[in-house]
């Protein structure tokens, strides 16, 4: 079954619901990821590399760890909106 999300912006007492826009690039995104990890929505983001390869020869679009010393790993898709 698919799933359909929103981005809304909440004025006072209105709601608009904002309109999606895809990216022309994967890399602009893990570009504008890199730069502002914080809309990933996990707080204390270090980043370790961006495109880092595997032991196993596989990619990782960006790799970071938080202050709990736990890996993050982000995979960014673009063209992927569910929408």
Do not use: C
Not at 20 to 35: D, M, P, T, V, Y
Not at 36 to 42: N, S, V
């Amino acid at each position: 079954m698919p799933v359909k999300f929103g981005l809304w912006r909440l004025d006072g007492e209105s709601a608009k619901q904002v309109r999606s826009n895809a990216i022309a690039s994967e890399e602009r995104l893990e570009k504008i990821i890199q730069e502002r990890l914080d809309i990933l929505g996990l707080d204390d983001l270090f980043q370790i590399g961006r495109q880092v390869i595997t032991d196993f020869g596989k990619r990782i679009d960006l790799l970071a760890t938080r202050r709990a010393r736990r890996s993050v790993r982000h995979r960014a898709q673009a063209g992927s909106n569910p929408a």
